[in-house]
């Protein structure tokens, strides 16, 4: 008896295994292969396609000499891959790099205290102000420095500045600023073109009064840091304000105000 229920029990696996077998059989038959050529995208933007890709779990191979994919799925997986390729495989794409940027930084010195005789800030930057002391955040607002930099889509660049003295009668006590920005890429938009960061951090050193030395009386340390950081969507040639940095003596504050276009 017992051997009889053994035998019935191992009969239903058995029988399986044919059934079994027809489904890899059926599932290896409803896959394709299919080539993807890329028309506009190469280098770096090229090489993210792959990454991106990788969400379907469908085998494939890329190559970035030949701008091609080869992918091994199934249908309704590659009419997919297809579909994200084509939308992004183009002039204006989001993912394509290398178009130039420049990035303005201003730096704006606020007091809550009247200075003496500071003079009119650029024009450009006057809604700017205008908007900061309407806020109650400052009083009088002066320019400390204008920075140029120059960015390329998906490059991290990193930059160490220095800034002009906020101490009259020590020229040479800089103040040390720290950028590390990186751009992923510009967006065309109904209302015009964004500039997606991924980071961007403002690191500022401020020189400590007590280690000012020399001729030139250059400082021998500095205090800090204090750090800016943020990410997000800027417009092209809309200035947004960072934040603000308070000078470790409380002398005054430090607003930080961007804005870009793009050079090509």
């Not at 007590?210 to 997000?232: D, F, H, I, N, W």
Request: aromatic letters at 6%.
């Amino acid at each position: 008896m017992r051997l009889a229920i053994l035998i019935m029990t191992l009969m239903p696996a058995v029988n399986a295994l044919p059934g079994q077998e027809k489904t890899a059989e059926a599932r290896q038959e409803d896959r394709e292969a299919a080539v993807f050529h890329v028309k506009h995208l190469s280098g770096d933007a090229f090489n993210r396609l792959p990454k991106l890709l990788m969400a379907f779990g469908a085998q494939f191979q890329s190559d970035d000499q030949l701008r091609t994919i080869v992918a091994y799925a199934p249908k309704h997986v590659l009419n997919e891959m297809r579909r994200v390729i084509e939308e992004l495989d183009r002039p204006d794409s989001p993912i394509l790099l290398g178009r130039n940027i420049q990035m303005t930084v201003a730096f704006l010195l606020c007091s809550q205290q009247p200075q003496p005789a500071t003079g009119p800030l650029p024009g450009e930057l006057e809604p700017v102000a205008k908007q900061l002391r309407a806020g109650g955040l400052c009083k009088e607002l002066r320019l400390w420095d204008l920075l140029p930099l120059h960015l390329q889509e998906g490059k991290v660049t990193r930059l160490t500045l220095d800034l002009p003295s906020l101490r009259p009668g020590y020229p040479g006590a800089l103040v040390r600023a720290h950028v590390m920005l990186q751009p992923e890429f510009v967006a065309q938009r109904d209302s015009g073109r964004y500039l997606r960061v991924r980071t961007l951090d403002f690191t500022v050193n401020f020189p400590d009064p007590r280690s000012v030395v020399g001729e030139e009386k250059r400082p021998a340390a500095y205090l800090g840091p204090l750090t800016l950081s943020t990410s997000g969507e800027f417009k092209e040639g809309q200035k947004a304000v960072l934040g603000k940095l308070t000078t470790l003596d409380d002398l005054t504050g430090v607003f930080a105000v961007i804005w870009f276009r793009v050079l090509d």
